[in-house]
């Protein structure tokens, strides 16, 4: 679907940038954050800015509104919209441009909106200033667009206050918002990045739609190759402030010319395509026999009360009749999206949140309902990691003495064998042992989480449970991590119970998936069978929604606005029963889904 | 919203309720006997006397009993008796107590609108000289003890310009000890507003306000100001009490006829009666306020009102 060309001559580009240096200055230097930037941008095209963090993807979008933070300083040879010259604007002159002709949506919707104004009253301020419309005409606008983007019962949403509305139906909002006075250029900034992979999907097919129906260019920053294969038609690569190459996607994907752009695509987590850079799985085979950790029958439940000693009227189902066993030396991944109940059940799983019913046996012994002091123990066993590295180190303690710390508190050595321990512990995990001196704020993203990594393993554990480990980490980083968890594994022999929304991790790092959904387990097999063929209507949804990497084979969106059903029940609701049925010797399915009819009808 | 304000009105009353055990207690943790205490400065208290008051105090009873004969005069409205002269408690407060009232809550007013504005200024001046000249105020009203404010502004404004009088009652004679009272509390008011400013403008909402190109005084005051107050609201609540307990000071420098000149009276007499009342009622208007906040706080804030049932 590429665009057209109008027959009345060349036209000047919509967007036109050339020579674009945005930095933040010092007295001596001028610290270019964004360097020597040019691309353009036409009605009705989808041109993607794409790079991992710290690339000046999202500033760029900023310099086209005049939002750089106030140190931030741009100049370039050319920045133009039409033929207004962006830079050098006045207060004044942006009024006349930001919201109406150009408007732009961001990351975190939930951030993004007033917490404390109306949906309603937020989307009709930009109708009553730049149309002039009064608030009865504007609101009947709004409904109309927030139809438009396919909210259902908008005359009543509009009354509602964000934190009332689910992910997916606060990015809509987003979306309608930056619609209202019909602006020529969306600039829509890692939209999805946010969202579970069914909403991105809903998210990015509005996206495409909007831009047929509303004439409309869109300039989307992601660092998602999967979403720029699906979306795109012009992609713009950029590195650490530079930008790298800039062709259509076709171009991209097929033939990339920059070392970097080759880079990114080879670290790509391709789902199900042979071409996976580290296919697989085959290296360790987990022991069959004494599993590690048993889980059977495990429910979690959170009672909503009104008020001190009321009766709980409504209940999460958070964790509902989960059974699985994870060998040792194995890695199952834990997939569901968010509100699944994954991470309620790792925490239940040790004991940090007590469970309502059902057993968790570790190393044969039961752990549920065991005294602190006992539980200790058992810790020492089972360790953690989680998806923030940053804020699950302590800022002010050298990284060293954090690592140190779990060996000395459960007595594993003393004195000088402590700093040796942390030494073989730094290497295993691939840093430098002189860093163990510098503090948290000293590294990367990548190598926090490898301080992480090192922590966990201090204590020898046999099972790490992994919350989303890798997903806050860029895609080449992340694949780094995933190869360093394999090689700890084939090394010590370690199990892993790996969380996580991402399908493609999963292919790369487990021997076996388990996904959740609304509490349950839906599907439990191996991963090829899973991921090759799923058969629960849920997986089957999840592997549909995951975008992929190669502009070739573009989805058929088919436009489901529903979200997920509730976990959340009147207190007096029986989950149904709900059995899984085997498939094959390792491959389980659950029968239906009585919980979709249940709420869907 | 309904729900919510029930619940606010039981911890309320709970609190009440809670106070007059205190101060119920009150008697019996004071050292030594409190009848002998009572009538240490009265010379020639007979011991029929002494007896006849403790009998009418319950002291001669167990606590719980006494507690609960202090609690029923309470509900009659009966606070008990002033040791010297004998009037009754209650009335006595509640003839001085709407000219504190007056004087805190004026005094309220006062420190909100000159604290909003000056921290709503400092931070978005954020590193000019006008976010320096204000935050140094600011550093002078917390550091400034209201009664030496308050002698000088009766000095400058009350003897030598003579713009207002140095006592008395009417608004007149409101100014100078409302501006004082004010003072301490408009500048912790103005640091609370201007850090919580900070936080609201770095906030991503901020950006899509900004982004939709609305007027400056639009943004500013609709998604900024709005979302930036709801702390300060919170915690001008606690600003309350203090400046009910700060108005005793500044009355009596005033001589402003009210509460705190009463109070100080009775603890410098050991009226223990009077005293008692005094906190019972001071703790009445307290809980009263932070109800009202609360409702403003609710009003303000969506997610607050919702709390308990989403």
């Given amino acids: 679907m590429k665009h057209q060309f109008s027959t009345s001559g060349i036209k000047a580009p919509m967007i036109s940038c050339s020579g674009l240096h945005i930095g933040f200055p010092t007295e001596h230097t001028a610290n270019n954050v964004v360097r020597d930037l040019s691309f353009t941008i036409d009605r009705k095209e989808i041109v993607s800015i794409v790079g991992e963090s710290g690339s000046g993807k999202s500033l760029t979008s900023l310099a086209l509104l005049g939002l750089l933070p106030q140190q931030a300083r741009a100049s370039a040879d050319c920045l133009r919209f039409h033929d207004r010259d962006l830079l050098g604007q006045s207060y004044r002159d942006w009024q006349g441009i930001r919201g109406k002709r150009i408007s732009m949506i961001f990351q975190e919707p939930m951030t993004s909106l007033n917490p404390v104004l109306t949906i309603g009253r937020q989307m009709v301020e930009a109708l009553e200033w730049h149309e002039g419309l009064n608030r009865k005409d504007a609101t009947r606008k709004v409904l109309d667009i927030l139809d438009q983007v396919r909210i259902p019962a908008a005359s009543k949403r509009i009354k509602q206050y964000p934190h009332e509305l689910s992910g997916g139906m606060r990015q809509r909002v987003m979306i309608a918002q930056a619609l209202t006075c019909g602006p020529e250029l969306l600039i829509a900034d890692e939209p999805t990045t946010a969202l579970d992979v069914t909403v991105q999907s809903q998210i990015l097919g509005l996206l495409e739609q909007l831009r047929a129906d509303l004439d409309m260019g869109i300039l989307l920053i992601t660092h998602d190759m ?84 009321r009766k709980a009227r409504r209940r999460v189902h958070a964790v509902e009749d989960v059974s699985f066993r994870l060998g040792r030396g194995e890695t199952l991944a834990l997939v569901g999206e968010s509100g699944s109940g994954k991470s309620t059940l790792a925490r239940a799983i040790l004991s940090l949140i007590k469970p309502d019913g059902g057993t968790v046996r570790l190393k044969g012994r039961d752990i549920t309902g065991l005294n602190a002091r006992l539980m200790l123990k058992h810790r020492r066993v089972a360790q953690m990691i989680f998806q923030d590295p940053y804020a699950t180190l302590d800022p002010r303690m050298r990284v060293g003495d954090q690592v140190a710390e779990p060996i000395v508190l459960h007595g594993l050595a003393r004195g000088k064998a402590v700093a040796r321990r942390v030494q073989e512990l730094f290497e295993l995990v691939g840093l430098d042992p002189a860093w163990a001196r510098r503090h948290p704020h000293e590294f990367s993203g990548g190598q926090r989480q490898r301080i992480c990594i090192a922590r966990a393993l201090a204590v020898e554990p046999e099972l790490i449970i992994a919350d989303e480990a890798v997903s806050a980490l860029d895609v080449t980083v992340q694949a780094v991590i995933l190869d360093l968890l394999k090689d ?63 502009p070739t084979r573009r989805p058929q969106r088919v436009q489901d606005t529903s979200d997920i059903p509730s976990p959340i029940h009147d207190a007096d609701w029986q989950p149904p029963a709900w059995p899984m049925r085997q498939l094959q010797p390792d491959h389980w399915v659950a029968e239906g889904d009585p919980l979709h009819e249940v709420v869907g009808s | 919203m309904q729900s919510f304000l029930l619940r606010r009105f039981g911890v309320a009353l709970l609190t009440v309720w809670v106070t007059t055990i205190a101060v119920a207690l009150l008697t019996r943790l004071v050292p030594g006997d409190p009848i002998e205490i009572m009538f240490a400065q009265s010379a020639g208290a007979t011991r029929e006397q002494m007896l006849a008051m403790q009998a009418r105090l319950g002291l001669d009873r167990n606590v719980v009993a006494q507690y609960f004969l202090y609690l029923g005069n309470l509900l009659q409205g009966d606070f008990g008796r002033t040791i010297q002269g004998g009037q009754p408690v209650l009335p006595l407060i509640m003839q001085r107590l709407p000219n504190t009232l007056w004087l805190a809550s004026t005094a309220l007013v006062i420190a909100s609108i000159a604290g909003v504005t000056l921290g709503f200024f400092a931070a978005y001046k954020k590193g000019t000289w006008v976010e320096h000249v204000l935050m140094t105020s600011t550093v002078m009203g917390i550091s400034i003890p209201p009664f030496w404010l308050g002698l000088i502004l009766l000095m400058v404004f009350g003897m030598q310009l003579g713009w207002f009088p140095v006592a008395g009652a009417g608004w007149h004679a409101l100014v100078l000890p409302a501006v004082t009272l004010a003072a301490t509390n408009a500048a912790i008011i103005g640091r609370l507003t201007r850090s919580s400013m900070l936080e609201v403008f770095e906030q991503e909402f901020m950006r899509t306000a900004w982004s939709k190109g609305l007027p400056k005084t639009t943004v500013l005051s609709r998604h900024a100001l709005r979302a930036g107050l709801v702390p300060v609201v919170s915690a001008m609540g606690v600003q309350f009490a ?13 001589s402003w006829n009210g509460m705190g000149t009463l109070a100080v009276d009775a603890i410098l007499r050991r009226d223990y009666p009077l005293i008692q009342g005094f906190i019972l009622v001071f703790s009445v208007v307290v809980v009263c306020i932070s109800l009202l906040l609360d409702v403003i706080y609710a009003a303000l804030d969506p997610r607050i009102r919702q709390g308990g049932d989403s």
């Fill in chain 1, 226 to 309: 999967g979403v720029v294969a699906e979306t795109a038609d012009k992609v713009v690569v950029m590195n650490a402030g530079d930008h790298v190459e800039t062709g259509t996607v076709e171009q991209i994907f097929a033939h990339p010319e920059n070392a970097y752009t080759k880079r990114l695509l080879a670290s790509v987590p391709r789902l199900g395509s042979g071409v996976v850079p580290n296919s697989a799985r085959p290296e360790t085979s987990p022991q069959k026999d004494a599993p590690l950790l048993e889980v059977e029958h495990l429910q979690v439940r959170f009672d909503q009360r009104a008020g001190w000693g």
């Fill in chain 1, 488 to 550: 700890i594994q084939q090394k010590t022999g370690i199990s892993y119970l790996f969380i996580t929304h991402d399908l493609a991790v999963v292919e790369q790092i487990s021997h076996r998936v388990a996904v959740m959904y609304l509490g349950r387990l839906v599907e439990l097999g191996s991963t090829q069978s899973v991921l090759r063929s799923p058969s629960h209507r849920y997986t089957r949804s999840l592997l549909q929604a995951v975008p992929v990497a190669d």
């Fill in chain 2, 242 to 254: 203090y400046m009910m307990g700060g108005a005793i000071v500044v009355e009596y420098i005033f």
